[in-house]
């Protein structure tokens, strides 16, 4: 009895919950399959490492702020013909973040970019690294806010721990010129560092518009595209899809008229 209460005290200052949670059960398990000493050590430790390893996953599923969570298994590609899924789905390997190479979704809107984006980001997520999801207006107005408060530097420290960048709809609202100054130097100090993946409505020549000056621009564009992959999502809006399917079983047997095509 005096053993176990003493084991349970070592083990909850060393922080070893899980093993602290299940000696007993493994225990119990061991002498019923004869295993022993060394497997019964083995078992307790793993089981400690999964549960820290799940945790340390949700964690950083939890730290990566994604709007909603989306996997690359709730995808439908026939949905959209024009993405490369081949690339995407190399993509999912990880291997563009060890290489601190870049990710860039231009298509309209609804076909999925941010979609493909966070699932990306999931799965670095689950192969242990360390990813952030902001939507681009949402970071440039934090980037701004803190450089008034003093507190800029500290912010672009953070954001250089991140492994994986996920700046989502590029263009939908144009910067100011500080804004895309502050953007500008975000993207290069994540040339050669780290990864980026970036969503976009804005084909390449466009891109001056919402930076509002066309050297940043050049020189953006050079970083960011440096060692870039490009996916190309220029289909229907899946929702307008998923819409029309709709319609069309409802007006085969009323007449209901909805879903324009988007400009
Ligand atoms: P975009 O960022 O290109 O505007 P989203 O990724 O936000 O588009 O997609 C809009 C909605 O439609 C999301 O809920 C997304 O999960 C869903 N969606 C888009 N494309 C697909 C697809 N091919 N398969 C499954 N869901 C999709
Ligand atoms: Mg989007």
Request: hydrophobic share 35%.
């Given at each position: 009895m005096?053993?176990?209460?003493?084991?349970?005290?070592h083990?909850?200052?060393?922080?070893?919950?899980?093993?602290?949670?299940?000696y007993?059960?493994?225990?119990?398990?061991c002498?019923?399959?004869?295993s022993?000493?060394?497997?019964?050590?083995l078992?307790?430790?793993?089981?400690?490492v999964d549960?820290?390893?799940?945790?340390?996953?949700e964690?950083?599923?939890?730290d990566?702020?994604?709007p909603s969570?989306?996997?690359i298994?709730?995808?439908?590609?026939?949905?959209?013909?024009?993405?490369?899924?081949a690339?995407?789905?190399e993509?999912l390997?990880?291997?563009?973040i060890?290489?601190r190479?870049?990710?860039l979704?231009?298509?309209?809107?609804?076909?999925g970019?941010?979609?493909?984006?966070?699932?990306?980001?999931?799965?670095?997520c689950?192969?242990?690294r360390?990813?952030?999801?902001?939507?681009?207006?949402?970071?440039?107005?934090q980037?701004?806010?803190?450089?008034?408060?003093?507190?800029?530097?500290?912010?672009q420290?953070?954001?250089?721990?991140i492994?994986?960048l996920?700046?989502d709809?590029?263009?939908?609202v144009?910067?100011?010129?500080?804004?895309?100054?502050?953007?500008?130097?975000?993207i290069?100090?994540?040339?050669?560092?780290?990864?980026?993946?970036i969503t976009t409505n804005?084909?390449?020549?466009?891109w001056?518009?919402v930076?509002?000056?066309?050297r940043?621009?050049?020189?953006?564009?050079?970083?960011?595209?440096?060692?870039v992959h490009?996916?190309?999502a220029?289909?229907?809006?899946?929702?307008?899809?998923?819409a029309?399917?709709?319609?069309?079983r409802?007006?085969?047997?009323?007449?209901?008229v909805?879903g324009?095509?988007?400009?």
């Open positions: 005096k053993s176990t209460i003493l084991l349970e005290h083990l909850k200052n060393l922080k070893l919950s899980t093993i602290r949670n299940e007993k059960d493994v225990a119990k398990r002498a019923k399959d004869n022993d000493y060394e497997t019964y050590l078992r307790l430790i793993e089981r400690e549960v820290r390893q799940q945790r340390a996953m964690r950083r599923i939890k990566a702020r994604f969570i989306k996997t298994d709730s995808f439908d590609f026939k949905a959209q013909p024009k993405i490369n899924e690339l995407v789905k993509l390997n990880g291997e563009f060890s290489a190479e870049n990710v979704f231009i298509g309209n809107s609804g076909t970019k941010t979609h493909m984006a966070i699932a990306l980001g999931f799965a670095a689950t192969a242990g360390k990813v952030r999801f902001y939507s681009v207006t949402n970071l440039v107005t980037l701004l806010e803190k450089r008034q408060e003093q507190q800029l530097e500290r912010l420290k953070q954001l250089g721990k492994d994986l996920i700046l709809e590029l263009g939908y144009p910067f100011s010129k500080a804004g895309a100054e502050l953007l500008f130097e975000v290069s100090r994540a040339y050669e560092r780290n990864s980026l993946v804005l084909p390449f020549n466009q001056v518009e930076m509002g000056n066309e940043l621009t050049g020189a953006m564009l050079d970083r960011l595209t440096h060692r490009i996916i190309e220029n289909g229907i809006s899946y929702r307008l899809q998923e029309k399917k709709r319609s069309k409802r007006t085969s047997k009323k007449t209901i909805i324009h095509k988007p400009t």
